[in-house]
């Protein structure tokens, strides 16, 4: 392995980090367009802001379900076929979504059966990219999936309104499944065979058993809570940007990864490591307030301006993410992130409910300024906790994943 890693051309010459860079972009187009095409066709059949963000966003509250009961097959399933076998599922169950006449209870079901793959296939990616990379590579490698993740969807938001329009819904969602389709051929093809980092049987007690543990040390739970709540809330209030102008909602969401990309560009790549961990609560806040402004009833271009400005916010995911990875012990990495992963996911279906419920009754206007208000207050109770120095990696005597996971 590369001892160092500054650069991301260091980066990209890493055995096998171009094969998961490109089954996860694969994966994050697939999932862009076909939420998009699925968000609008619940919103068109039913004419309700909370089905639509639900639609959009359902596999989320599986992902919690997942966490909690599956999540131990992280780090128990061979990588590769296991990221395999999550691509052709979701390639199933996408195809399922655009069959004429499926009632929308239809559709919330499959959204949520395929959010259960989700949360153990992201626990399975993340924890196979600390494997292929070296530790002091993996924040470099994550803000790149990140940023990739951004690029992939400003064009996929992009393409997916064109789709819409040209191909309809159901059209789109098909092109989602050829999508799905790539990324297990690039998992399949380009990784290598390796064995689980785990040994024994993935279970439902096993999962627990792991979980308890990580959530067993006050710094990691400041560190889960910090990448959950904050901006959970604000995927909530993006939620409603189908419902607040559908002819933008694309526009709009295009924005929100330009600013993302921007603000894991300079997190991953330019910020030194102890500005970094100052910069964590800050980059929360700026996550939030921007969509204060929606209680003013501004013009199409301040909410444009404001969503681009927020989004530079999520780079404080990152900030979380290097702590959880300084606190956790090597074996326990695929399971962490993907509780961080899932518990995330899980977070922003909640929002998103909550924020589609608060729309429906009084405007999504209103529910925007609901989810950005929240997100601020987690954000300044969260505070204390997440200054530099008050987060070190946890001993035995106060981390009951210490001694246990080492032996």
């Known amino acids: ?10 980066l990209f010459r890493t055995p096998e980090f171009g094969a998961l860079f490109g089954a996860f ?6 999932n862009t367009v076909a939420g998009l095409a699925l968000g609008v066709l619940v919103f068109e059949l039913t004419g309700s802001p909370l089905l639509s963000a639900l639609s959009m966003f359902g596999t989320t509250f599986a992902q919690l379900l997942g966490a909690t009961l599956l999540m131990s097959a992280a780090d128990r399933l061979p990588p590769r076929a296991a990221m395999t076998w999550a691509g052709l599922l979701f390639a199933v ?8 006449g499926m009632p929308v209870w239809g559709l919330l079901a499959v959204v949520l059966s395929l959010g259960l793959v989700a949360s153990v296939g992201g626990g399975v990616r993340l924890g196979l990219l600390s494997e292929v990379l070296p530790r002091e590579g993996y924040l470099l490698g994550r803000s790149v999936m990140n ?6 969807q400003i064009g996929g938001f992009g393409l997916g309104g064109l789709l819409v329009a040209v191909l309809s819904a159901r059209g789109t969602l098909l092109c989602a499944v050829a999508l799905n389709l790539l990324g297990a051929a690039a998992a399949w093809f380009g990784l290598s ?11 439902v007690r096993e999962t627990w058993r792991v979980n308890r543990l990580l959530w067993s040390s006050v710094p990691r739970r400041y560190a889960f809570l910090a990448m959950w709540v904050p901006n959970g809330l604000i995927v909530g209030a993006e939620a409603l940007f189908v419902p607040y102008s559908p002819a933008h909602a694309g526009t709009l969401m295009a924005l929100a990864a330009v600013g993302m990309l921007a603000g894991d560009t300079l997190v ?3 910020l030194p490591a102890g500005v970094r961990r100052r910069l964590g609560v800050p980059l929360l806040v700026l996550l939030a307030a921007p969509y204060l402004v929606f209680a003013v009833d501004p013009p199409l271009p301040v909410v444009a301006v404001a969503t681009l400005v927020a989004a530079v916010g999520y780079g404080s995911s990152l900030v979380a993410q290097e702590l959880l990875m ?6 326990m990495h695929g399971q962490a992130l993907g509780l961080h992963s899932s518990g995330m996911m899980a977070m922003q279906g909640v929002a998103a409910t909550v924020a589609g419920a608060v729309a429906q009754r009084t405007s999504p206007e209103t529910g925007i300024v609901v989810m950005a208000a929240a997100s601020l207050v987690v954000t300044l109770l ?16 106060d981390d009951g994943a210490g001694a246990a996971v080492r032996t």
């Not at 972009?25 to 697939?30: I, K, N, P």
């Not at 940023?147 to 992939?152: E, K, L, P, Q, T």
């Open 25 to 30: 972009s694969a994966q994050v187009a697939a």
């Open 382 to 397: 969260l505070a204390p906790g997440l200054r530099p120095g008050r987060t070190g990696r946890p001993s035995p005597a």
């Open 268 to 270: 991953g790549r330019f």
């Open 147 to 152: 940023m990739a993740a951004g690029v992939v």
């Open 193 to 203: 065979s390796r064995a689980p980092r785990a040994t024994g049987r993935a279970s």
């Open 1 to 10: 392995m590369i001892p160092r890693m500054r650069t991301y051309r260091e």
């Open 93 to 100: 169950g996408t195809a399922a979504l655009a069959l004429p």
């Open 326 to 331: 300084d606190l956790t012990p090597d074996e």
